[in-house]
Every structure is written in structure tokens, then in C-alpha cells.
């Protein structure tokens, strides 16, 4: 299973673009990388899914090189309800079924 | 659209008595997780179906069970309580018939042992 390496935590102020990036070193052909978004004592929550290059959808950007042994997770323009905490999943077919966290990134959007 | 549900949302128990939480995952889905994170810390795997057949499994005590019923729902049996499994509970759902379906979560079950 790849294991992933994230920051601990990242601060940032109202309106500014907020780059994650997450390491992921011996990611498997198959592996898709997906990011959720935890808030205090709720379940994660789904933000992006992505195998190569850049996805986008309405809420967030996610960049991965062309080694993908990283990524991306861009959030542009943030507001202080994007205060979460985020992780980064590496998994696919032979992994679907134990995805493992890692630590994620405790991310403070300031006023 | 429908979400994970988790029952129940609290529960209070004492040392050594007997837990029993549900998950009724989104319809259509055939796939649960069940996730343990403890105060500040991130979620731990511990155990998944797919099909009602156990599929991968984590750093699950002994003293948990869990299944999954013909309905799909999971409960997680958890027995000889310790203060140390005070945390929250979370299943998560995802259908393994689209290719890398991401995971749906519910809101938890904040189990508290006394």
C-alpha cells in the first residue's frame, strides 16, 4: 500500500489559493489518488479524485506530475469554512478495499 | 440524495459491557469500512466487506466482530469494553462495480466508555 507523506498543518488567510501537496513514493499502476476533507467530529468528505495531469471540478483543483509519486491539491480562493482537515488516499483495484489514512494536513484559514 | 447512516449517534458504556454499532450504507452500494479515530488523531482502518464477505482487515481488536447483512447494513460488535476504545466510529460506504468509487462516510458514532 502506498503510504503518504502530507504537512501537518498550513495556514492561510480569506481569499488566498491554498496548494496541499502530498508525497506518495511507491504508488502502485493502478492507483487512484483521492482527497477528502474532515471538519471536528464529522465523517471525511469526498473533494477529488484523479490518476494523472489535472483535475478540476467545482470545488477544488487536484495537479499530479507525470512520475506521480505527488499531488496537488489546490483550493483556490478560500473562506474560513474550508478550516478542515484534509487527507490524501493512494489506492485501486488491489487496494479498494483497506484505504488507509495518513496524517493529514490541519489547514486554518484566518480572517 | 441518500447518505451513510449511522446508529446510534452517541453512546455511553462502561468497562467491560458490550457495543453494538450499525451502518446502513447508500443503496447500491456494496461495500462497507469501518474507521476508529481516537481524540485528535486520524482514522484508523479496521475492517471492510464487499458483499457480505469480509474483504481486508486492519488493526482490529479481537474483542470486535463485525458483519454485513443481506441488506447490505454492517454492524460492529465490540465486547469486553476498555476505556481505550472511546472514539468515534465511522462506516463508509462505495460500490465496487465503478472503478475506483470514492468513500461516502456517515457522521460517526461517538462511542464513550466509562
Known amino acids: 500500500l502506498a503510504k503518504t507523506t502530507q504537512p501537518i498543518s498550513m495556514d492561510s488567510y480569506e481569499g488566498q489559493e491554498v496548494n496541499i501537496t502530498c508525497s506518495h513514493n511507491?504508488?502502485?499502476?493502478?492507483?487512484?489518488i483521492t482527497w477528502y476533507q474532515q471538519f471536528p467530529s464529522q465523517g471525511p468528505r469526498f473533494i477529488i479524485q484523479?490518476?494523472?495531469t489535472k483535475v478540476t471540478n467545482e470545488v477544488a483543483s487536484l495537479f499530479i506530475p507525470a512520475d506521480r509519486k505527488s499531488s496537488t491539491l489546490s483550493l483556490p480562493r478560500v473562506s474560513l469554512s474550508d478550516t478542515a482537515v484534509y487527507y490524501c488516499?493512494?489506492?485501486?483495484?488491489?487496494?479498494?478495499?483497506?484505504?488507509?489514512f495518513g496524517s493529514g494536513t490541519r489547514l486554518l484559514v484566518r480572517p | 440524495a441518500a447518505g451513510v447512516i449511522q446508529s446510534p449517534r452517541h453512546l455511553i458504556k462502561e468497562k467491560r459491557e458490550t457495543a453494538t454499532l450499525k451502518c446502513y450504507p447508500i443503496?447500491?452500494?456494496?461495500?462497507v469500512y469501518w474507521y476508529q479515530q481516537g481524540p485528535g488523531q486520524d482514522p484508523q482502518f479496521l475492517i471492510s466487506?464487499?458483499?457480505?464477505?469480509?474483504?481486508d482487515k486492519g488493526s482490529i481488536p479481537d474483542r470486535f466482530s463485525a458483519q454485513q447483512f443481506s441488506d447490505y447494513h454492517s454492524e460492529l460488535n465490540m465486547s469486553s469494553l476498555e476505556l481505550g476504545d472511546s472514539a468515534l466510529y465511522f462506516c463508509?460506504?462505495?460500490?465496487?462495480?465503478?472503478?475506483?468509487?470514492?468513500?461516502?462516510f456517515g457522521n460517526g458514532t461517538r462511542l464513550t466508555v466509562t
Open positions: 511507491n504508488i502502485a499502476t493502478n492507483d487512484y
Open positions: 443503496p447500491r452500494h456494496d461495500t
Open positions: 488516499l493512494v489506492g485501486g483495484v488491489d487496494s479498494s478495499y483497506k484505504l488507509i
Open positions: 484523479g490518476y494523472k
Open positions: 466487506f464487499y458483499e457480505k464477505m469480509q474483504s
Open positions: 463508509a460506504s462505495s460500490y465496487q462495480g465503478s472503478y475506483n468509487s470514492p468513500l461516502h
